[in-house]
T-cell receptor, first 112, second 117 residues
Framework: GESVGLHLPTLSVQEGDNSIINCAYS??????FIWYKQESGKGPQFIID?????DKRQGQRVTVLLNKTVKHLSLQIAATQPGDSAVYFC???????????FGKGTRLSVIA | GAVVSQHPSWVICKSGTSVKIECRSL??????MFWYRQFPKQSLMLMAT?????????EQGVEKDKFLINHASLTLSTLTVTSAHPEDSSFYIC?????????????FGPGTRLLVL
């Protein structure tokens, strides 16, 4: 299930199930989006990106969906594994060379 | 992907001392690097944009005299936390884009955990 509180939202999934992590971004002018995975005590690790002229992009076991109408981004992880347990952040770039702005993050907990 | 390193990975210091954190792009040249700060259970907050050969651009609310940034070469940016206090304790992460590769993607260093006693 998913819970929201004072801490990061947490999504708990059974090993082998598919995970869907959602993100609402802030700026309708943003033209580029990235999903990062961050394990405890480490820097963010690139997972997948998508430009605003696309609505779907697939990688290995991951898919990113972009809905510009409602400013929503999602990350789908197929056959979730224990090693997928981490905090996932979406990030958006408003334009050009501006730096990425990060969303609040979601903690994914995989139950073996 | 491009590799970004940071040193040190963690540091403990006394209140009032200054701490320097290095960020290096290992296999590419970065004219621009970014410094982020992350408090426990929170997201990354951009502190400043570091530009090679020129002054850094600081985000609103970030004191430029307290967080000194130097981008002296195309592979090295440093962040110095001056007169550190316990409230500066945080996880500091640098990031850079690879202009020769996927230009839009920001690659992150492993982070530096600072604890000020």
């Amino acid at each position: 299930g998913e819970s929201v509180g004072l801490h990061l939202p947490t999504l708990s999934v059974q090993e082998g199930d598919n995970s869907i992590i959602n993100c609402a971004y802030s700026n309708s002018a943003s033209d580029y989006f990235i999903w990062y995975k961050q394990e405890s005590g480490k820097g963010p690790q690139f997972i997948i990106d998508i430009r605003s002229n696309m609505d779907k992009r697939q990688g290995q076991r991951v898919t990113v969906l972009l809905n510009k109408t409602v400013k929503h981004l999602s990350l789908q992880i197929a056959a979730t594994q224990p090693g997928d347990s981490a905090v996932y952040f979406c990030a958006e770039r408003v334009s050009g060379n501006t730096p990425l702005v990060f969303g609040k993050g979601t903690r994914l907990s995989v139950i073996a | 992907g491009a590799v970004v390193s940071q040193h040190p990975s963690w540091v403990i210091c006394k209140s009032g001392t200054s701490v320097k954190i290095e960020c290096r792009s290992l296999d590419f040249q970065a004219t621009t690097m970014f410094w982020y700060r992350q408090f426990p259970k929170q997201s990354l907050m951009l502190m400043a944009t570091s530009n090679e050969g020129s002054k850094a651009t600081y985000e609103q609310g970030v004191e430029k005299d307290k967080f000194l940034i130097n981008h002296a070469s195309l592979t090295l940016s440093t962040l110095t936390v001056t007169s550190a206090h316990p409230e500066d304790s945080s996880f500091y992460i640098c990031s850079a884009r690879d202009p020769g590769g996927r230009r839009e993607t920001q690659y992150f260093g492993p982070g530096t955990r600072l604890l000020v006693l």
